[in-house]
């Protein structure tokens, strides 16, 4: 633990954007997740829901500065071919 009150201060600031962090790349996964579910059950409508807040969330994750802005320009084209393979 660091002895310095500055010190402290930034641990406690960088365990509560870890948690904060944790949880928004967690619900882009969950989102990611559905569309992949969708397209296997052959729903296109609801995989197009779900692909429209999985691109929300994506997007705002490399706002963020979580996600590198080619890996969610993957994640949505790879998301995108599948529900055009329906």
């Known amino acids: 633990m660091a002895n310095m009150p500055q010190r402290r201060k930034r641990v406690r600031q960088d365990a509560s954007k870890r948690a904060q962090h944790k ?5 882009a996964r969950t989102w990611i ?6 397209v296997k059950t052959g729903d296109k409508a609801t995989a197009l829901d779900a692909f429209h807040k999985a691109n929300q969330k994506l997007d705002k994750a490399v706002v963020k500065g979580l996600y590198h802005p080619n890996f969610a320009a993957r994640q949505k084209s790879r998301l995108q071919r599948y529900i055009n393979e329906l």
């Open 23 to 27: 949880v928004f790349k967690g619900s």
């Open 33 to 38: 997740k559905r569309v992949e579910k969708a």
